[in-house]
Nanobody, 116 residues
Framework: VQLQASGGGLVQPGGSLTLSCAAS????????MAWYRQAPGKQRDLVAT???????NYADPVKGRFTISRDNAKSTVYLQMNNLKPEDTAVYYC???????????WGQGTLVTVSS
C-alpha cells in the first residue's frame, strides 16, 4: 500500500495551494484520512482529519483557511490551503487508516514553502 502526496511548492504569503494524496495497492478503502505537517526542527502536528463520511476536524491554526476533502472512489484526500502564511511552511504528510485491518499508512511528504 502506498500513499503518494503531491502539490507542494513555493507560494507567496496570502496565496493558495492544493495538496493531493492518492492511495494505491490497497484491497480495502480507508476510514479516517488526515494531513499532518512538520516544520524544520519541530514535531509533526495534525492539520486536519476527515472520516469516510466526510466529517472534518481542523487544528486551530488552520481553521477557516484550510479545507480537507476526499474522493472515496479514488482513495484520494485533498487539502485546499488558502491565505497561506509563512508559519505554514512545512513538509505536509498524508495519513490513512485502512478499513478492515485498521493499519495506518503514511505518504512520503510534500514540501510547502510560504515566502515572499
Amino acid at each position: 500500500v502506498q500513499l503518494q502526496a503531491s502539490g507542494g511548492g513555493l507560494v507567496q504569503p496570502g496565496g493558495s495551494l492544493t495538496l493531493s494524496c492518492a492511495a494505491s495497492g490497497s484491497r480495502f478503502g480507508f476510514n479516517e484520512m488526515a494531513w499532518y505537517r512538520q516544520a524544520p526542527g519541530k514535531q509533526r502536528d495534525l492539520v486536519a482529519t476527515i472520516t469516510r463520511g466526510s466529517r472534518t476536524n481542523y487544528a486551530d491554526p488552520v481553521k477557516g483557511r484550510f479545507t480537507i476533502s476526499r474522493d472515496n472512489a479514488k482513495s484520494t484526500v485533498y487539502l485546499q490551503m488558502n491565505n497561506l502564511k509563512p508559519e505554514d511552511t512545512a513538509v505536509y504528510y498524508c495519513n490513512g487508516v485502512q478499513q478492515v485491518t485498521n493499519r495506518g499508512y503514511w505518504g512520503q511528504g510534500t514540501l510547502v514553502t510560504v515566502s515572499s
